[in-house]
C-alpha cells in the first residue's frame, strides 16, 4: 500500500482544472527559494558514481562527522527496519507517516505515542522513532531529552531513530552536536532547507557498523552522481546557509 503525499501537483492541477503555475505549494514544507544549482560538469553525468568522491569530505566537514549518503532520507527509513528483528517500536506522533509505515511493512509491532506517554512505553519499546523539529506540527523536542531517551534504549540493545530533515534551519537542538553512540541514527536531508528536493540526496549518521550494513542493503550507486556533486558544492555554501536561516527567519515571523 502506497500513502498519499503533498506535492502532487499535475494531480491537483487535473483535478480542479487550475494550471500549474496558478498554485502556491504549501503542501511538502519545501524552501520555496532553494540553493541556485549551477551547471554541472559532463562527467557525472557520464560516468558512475563513485564512493570516494569528494561527497565523504563534504559531509564530514558540514556535519562534523561522517555520514552515510543515501537517496533522501525516505531511502533510509525505508531500509533501516530491515536491519533488525521483529521488535518493537514508538513512533512519536502526529508525523510524518512513511516511519510507521516502513516499520509495519517489514513486520515489526508499531506504537504511535504522544510525547507525554514516551516515558511511560519506553520499557516496552526496542526502537523510538522521532522527528525533530515534527512534520507537520513543528514542535520541536530538546536534545537533552532526546539523548535521555537514548540512554535507556541504547542500555538493551534499541535504537532511537531522529529525522532531522528540518533541522537546518535552526539546529540549535541537533543530535549531531553529540558524539556518535551506538543506538543513535539521525537522517538529514538536502530536501527541505535547501530545497532540493528532487535530487534526493540525503545523510544517515550512526555508528559505522550500522552505516555499512545500511549501506550494503541500499547497493551500489545508491546516490546518483549529479546529486553528489550538488550536495558536494551545497553543503559548501555557507554564505547562502547563512542568508537561507535568516530569510526563513524573517518569512516565519511575518
Not at 498554485?23 to 549551477?38: E, F, H, K, R, Y
Not at 542493503?217 to 550538488?230: F, N
Not at 555557507?238 to 530569510?247: E, S, V
Amino acid at each position: 500500500m502506497l500513502l498519499e503525499h503533498g506535492g502532487r501537483l499535475n494531480a491537483a492541477a487535473a483535478r480542479y482544472r487550475i494550471d500549474r503555475a496558478d498554485w502556491l505549494d504549501l503542501s511538502t514544507g519545501i524552501n520555496p527559494d532553494g540553493w541556485p544549482v549551477p551547471q554541472l560538469p559532463a562527467e557525472v553525468w557520464q560516468r558512475l558514481p563513485e564512493d570516494d568522491d569528494a561527497l565523504p569530505i563534504a559531509v564530514e566537514q558540514h556535519y562534523g562527522r561522517p555520514g552515510l549518503p543515501v537517496a533522501g532520507s525516505q531511502a533510509a527509513l525505508a531500509t533501516l527496519p530491515r536491519l533488525r528483528a521483529a521488535c518493537r517500536v514508538g513512533v512519536i506522533g502526529p508525523t510524518y507517516g512513511e516511519h510507521a509505515h516502513a516499520w509495519q511493512r517489514a513486520g515489526h509491532e508499531v506504537r504511535t505515542l504522544t510525547v507525554g506517554a514516551v516515558e511511560a512505553a519506553l520499557g516496552q519499546l526496542d526502537v523510538l522513532v522521532a522527528v525533530n523539529p515534527d512534520n507537520p506540527t513543528g514542535r520541536l523536542l530538546a536534545s537533552s531529552t532526546l539523548l535521555g531517551w537514548h540512554r535507556r534504549l541504547a542500555a538493551r540493545g534499541g535504537w532511537l531513530l531522529v529525522d532531522e530533515a528540518y533541522m537546518d534551519a535552526e539546529p540549535s537542538e541537533s543530535l549531531l552536536a553529540v558524539r556518535e553512540q551506538p543506538g543513535l541514527i539521525v537522517l538529514r536531508s538536502l530536501g527541505k532547507f535547501w530545497g532540493l528536493a528532487g535530487v534526493r540526496a540525503g545523510f544517515v549518521f550512526a555508528e559505522a557498523d550500522l552505516r555499512a550494513a545500511l549501506a550494503g542493503l541500499l547497493g551500489p550507486w545508491s546516490v546518483s552522481g549529479p546529486a553528489r556533486a550538488v550536495a558536494v558544492r551545497a553543503l559548501a555554501d555557507t554564505h547562502w546557509q547563512d542568508h537561507a536561516r535568516a530569510c526563513l527567519g524573517h518569512a516565519a515571523r511575518r
